[in-house]
């Protein structure tokens, strides 16, 4: 039985349910990578050029983990995810990078491009398994089953905290928020100091795409769009007293999405924090900050 | 209205050119200066790519001198370029410089809608008036690149240092003076020539350096520290893979002749990166090969700081490099880069290629 390697990075963090479920119902051995450690880490920054972002860098070091234990390697080459937009120009490289640092390793890397016939995410999963010589029928088959998986799992994430005390939202790409290394267990951290926590899952899919429209000039990518309507949502609908963007070193997209944010929070008088990320940051610093935007949340709110 | 726009080192002189021609007033960017660079910086985001940050300094230098409306291109993306104009404005809008922006938006490989977009502007022109400085600035902008491969093959074996450089520079303010086809033509023989006369010495083969990279780093000399005439000085030949004249003919222009587009660089790229990835990513990876393929000394790939696609082709090009046995520099440029590091790093490249060379020889 072939088996296949995910790495715990970028699009898992969002699709991992269905890529599991798919290629465990289609009929093959589905190895995971484990939460990111110091060591994954380690063995990402050295293989990939300094100037990558950490996600990315991250998403290295899964990959060379997952390597030497699979037969090949799921890393897909996700070019857009909704019609008009992209997702980000590293993504669209990224089999090819991921290629140059495993030196020989089997990489499986379906199409992802829904701005082409038969670019679908589903599409692509079918072609990933006639790449790896599953049975096509069953993974057709598999596609559904992974497809209801994918919805109940991205529902629970689309639950909305019930908390009376004072919100913030903590606006970033979901693979860095998400992982146990980049993330930092920023919302644990957060609520902990008492704050009701949201983040841009929580904002009803309708109202996004309302905002997105109005907005006058949308960008091209897909999470950076998400995040600035996510942004004028909260503060809109009055739901939190202050929004922290977690952005990792070098980002292009959030480098300039973060500045509108910024200058949006800047009209309407919200704090605003953007917090940098870099393989080089350590919890405390972090925890500083944190603590000391709570308190002048806390603050605001007495005054 | 006091139109400027975006400057890409001498290359978008033809621009301004044709746009005085069709009667605009037009207010020539500034050449980047220290005080560019540090405008810009203050005004942009930290992590944002080098060429907004210059390029919003060269908006704020044109602004002090009059201009109040700014001519650039816009995109769809991935690269960050298609957001440009939307986010200099807001920018240069909150620090007190209100300018307004006309965006070109990519006419999807046809010149016909780039031209009636340009053609709005400047109605009380007459048709016939208005193609013909468009006509002038074509010719122009294929004369300045005609002299600018020139004086790079020049200056790598010049007898004074430096001679190149100002003859070039000479000619192309001459060139950017003209206003007809007749004396575009004039001047540019006369520059080659000039560029022909200038003393020479006598060199065994010299070597050659093929400059890639992301589009603005490689035409604005300010932006790359002057790679091209440090490596000039070096006596080495550098071949600059830059060509708007390729670039408007194979985007532009060939879709409305229903010409064939030449997508070889594309499959040269193919077997290290085999999807677009925005800006000019794929085309690095091509024109490596490319420049492998053709013997070429070794390659210099410059970006800047944080640029996405270039980062993806960077990180395939040691691929290259491998396979052919090409030595490639890659030099990633910001606001803080300093010339004595660029210099000695290409210092020692060339020194690598010399080396190289040599062991060739004595193994045959």
Not at chain 1, 25 to 32: D, F, N, P, S
Not at chain 2, 323 to 328: C, D, F, M, Q
Not at chain 2, 335 to 362: C, P
């Amino acid at each position: 039985m072939v088996s296949v390697g995910l790495p715990r990075a970028l699009f898992h963090h969002e699709f991992g349910e269905l890529f599991q479920t798919f290629f465990q119902c289609a009929g093959a051995t589905v190895e995971v990578s484990p939460h990111t450690t110091r060591e994954i880490l380690d063995l990402g920054v050295s293989s990939a050029v300094d100037e990558t972002c950490l996600p990315v860098k991250i998403y290295y070091g899964h990959a060379r983990w997952l390597s030497q234990r699979v037969d090949s390697v799921f890393v897909p080459r996700v070019v857009s995810i909704c019609p008009r937009e992209y997702t980000c120009p590293k993504f669209l490289g990224l089999p090819d990078m991921i290629r140059r640092a495993l030196r020989g390793s089997a990489v499986c890397s379906p199409l992802v491009d829904v701005r082409r016939r038969g670019g679908s995410l589903s599409d692509a999963l079918v072609l990933a398994a006639r790449e790896l010589g599953l049975d096509e029928r069953i993974a057709k088959k598999a596609v559904r089953s992974a497809c209801m998986k994918q919805k109940t799992s991205s529902l629970a994430i689309r639950e909305v905290p019930k908390g009376q005390g004072p919100a913030v939202a903590v606006l970033g790409h979901q693979y860095l928020i998400s992982d146990a290394l980049s993330g930092m267990d920023v919302k644990r951290r957060l609520q902990a100091l008492g704050l009701t926590v949201y983040d841009y899952h929580m904002v009803p899919e309708p109202a996004l795409v309302r905002i997105q429209r109005r907005v006058n000039r949308p960008a091209f990518w897909t999470y950076e769009n998400k995040i600035l309507a996510a942004a004028i949502w909260y503060m809109n609908q009055r739901k939190v007293d202050g929004i922290i963007q977690w952005v990792s070193f070098g980002c292009g997209p959030d480098s300039m999405v973060g500045e509108v944010v910024s200058r949006e929070c800047r009209q309407r008088g919200v704090p605003h924090m953007l917090l940098t990320i870099d393989e080089h940051t350590g919890t405390a610093g972090v925890q500083t900050r944190l603590e000391a935007f709570a308190d002048m949340v806390f603050w605001r709110r007495e005054v | 209205m006091k139109i400027t726009y975006p400057r890409m080192g001498d290359w978008t002189a033809p621009l301004g050119g044709m746009l005085e021609q069709m009667g605009l007033t037009v207010v020539r960017p500034p050449t980047p200066s220290d005080r560019t660079r540090n405008i810009g910086a203050r005004l942009s985001p930290e992590f944002i790519c080098y060429p907004l940050k210059l390029n919003l300094g060269n908006y704020v230098e044109a602004y002090e001198l009059g201009a109040d409306t700014v001519l650039m291109a816009g995109g769809v993306g991935p690269c960050r370029f298609g957001y440009y104009a939307t986010i200099q404005k807001d920018i240069l809008a909150d620090a007190g410089y209100p300018m307004e922006f006309i965006v070109l938006e990519p006419p999807k490989g046809h010149a016909l809608s780039l031209l009636s977009q340009l053609r709005k502007l400047v109605q009380n022109v007459s048709l016939c008036d208005f193609l013909r400085a468009v006509e002038v600035a074509w010719l122009k902008l294929q004369a300045m690149e005609d002299i600018h491969i020139l004086a790079n093959q020049v200056r790598a074996v010049e007898a004074v240092t430096g001679q190149t450089s100002a003859v070039y520079k000479q000619q192309i303010a001459l060139l950017d003076s003209a206003t007809t086809v007749e004396s575009v033509k004039g001047l540019w023989s006369r520059a080659r020539e000039a560029l022909y006369n200038i003393k020479k010495v006598r060199r065994e083969r010299v070597p050659v350096v093929r400059l890639i990279g992301e589009i603005y780093m490689i035409s604005e000399p300010f932006a790359n520290l002057d790679v091209e005439e440090r490596l000039g000085r070096m006596g080495v030949c550098v071949e600059n893979t830059l060509s708007l004249v390729d670039y408007i003919r194979q985007n532009l222009i060939a879709d409305v002749l229903r010409m064939h587009r030449d997508r070889s660089l594309q499959e040269e790229a193919r077997p290290y990166l085999a999807h677009f990835v925005g800006g000019e990513g794929v085309e690095s990876v091509g024109n490596t090969v490319r420049a492998a393929k053709q013997r070429c000394d070794g390659v210099v790939h410059v970006m800047p700081f944080t640029c996405m696609p270039e980062i993806v082709a960077q990180s395939v090009i040691p691929t290259v490099s491998e396979e052919y046995g090409i030595p490639v520099l890659t030099l990633i440029l910001d606001e803080h880069s300093a010339e004595a590091g660029i210099q000695t790093r290409l210092e020692a490249f060339v020194d690598l290629i010399q080396n190289k060379r040599e062991a060739v020889r004595n193994r045959v």
